[in-house]
């Protein structure tokens, strides 16, 4: 399937606009609550952000769910974040109180209403050493991940004994905690190689710049991987990444930020060979310049934001359309869709009439003046105010 790359410089209505997506109206400023002239002409939204998991377990979906909310709030739209994934009953009273319209998501979508809206990381907080030292006498490796199959701990198993035996003056960091840190501790035992390879546990994300800017190269050996949000900080920091070819990877990063490999211990080896050899031609302050250039958050928030104006534009479609278009999914997963579909329709109109949505309090709007020296708006000229949402 063809995708756009969504940029606000080539925006224009089109005439075939995306589905309706997780946003709900904009109130009237006449309305109690809102801040008047706080978004001009521009329609307010109530977004719902929703994730299967979040807090203790933070990672680069939950990470980009938490930093996209707090950049659409210094837009002035309202959002609501749950911080559980909890029953039908608790999502429906969620939804009344904040007043939004909540619509799944869509399958079976032509290429010409699919959008690609990138990741982004904070550049302020990952940025490159004053002085990053590249002696030939020592070249650091760093993982940062954690350590289950999903993320190659396996592959580390083979390419880090193997790099380590071809490069004496390599050694590898290693951040990160999760079942597979056995395996790579015996590797460690096994090989002799205490010395080269510092296991680091779990690590707070505070603490990941600043074992970040002890490497010189970064490696990601992800079996699947969507996006690698991982990367980015990497990049941002100065690292040269070493990644394996899968998901959206090879699209995040420029040809020479990245050397990628197939998830295969031989290819990923060579791949660290290739970047061990251009590392004295890496620069870690302009590769931090060209990642801030390419991923700012404030630039995702206003694409995003285009997203959900031209989604509002849109016809909302009742059950039997939508069940018409996810049938055509597939010969059992859209047969599947269409289950889940038609039972969720069916508890939902239970939990109407077991508890009728007059009978749930509605949240109140807070607008919150922000005092002198406060930073929500300063990168949003005429923004003066912000909004937020009372329930998690």
Known sequence: MSRKNLSPSTLKPPSNLPPRSTVAPAPPPSQPGNADGLMGDRERHRILMVCDFFYPNFGGVESHIYCLSQCLLKLGHKNALPTFYGTLPIMRTILVREKITLHSHEQGLPPEKVYVVPNAVDTAMFTPAPEIPRSNDEIVIVVVSRLVYRKGADLLVEVIPEVCRLYPHVRFVVGGDGPKRVRLEEMREKHFLQDRVEMLGAIPHSRVRSVLISGHIFLNSSLTEAFCIAILEAASCGLL???????????VLPDDMVVLAEPDPVDLVR???????????????????????????????????????????????????????????GSWAGKLFCLVMIIDFLLFRLLQLVQPANDIEEVPDMVMALGEGSSAGDDIPGQSSRRWSTTC
């Not at 070493?242 to 699209?251: A, I, L, Q």
Request: aromatic letters at 6%.
């Open 241 to 251: 990444t070493v990644s394996t070819r899968v998901g959206g990877v090879p699209e």
């Open 271 to 329: 791949a660290i060979k290739k970047a061990i050899t251009i590392l004295p031609t890496i620069d870690p302050q302009d590769m931090h310049k060209r990642v801030k250039k390419l991923y700012d958050w404030h630039d995702v928030a206003r694409r995003t934001e285009i997203v959900y104006d031209r989604a509002m534009k849109c016809p909302n479609q009742n059950l039997l359309e939508r069940l018409g278009r996810y049938l055509s999914c």
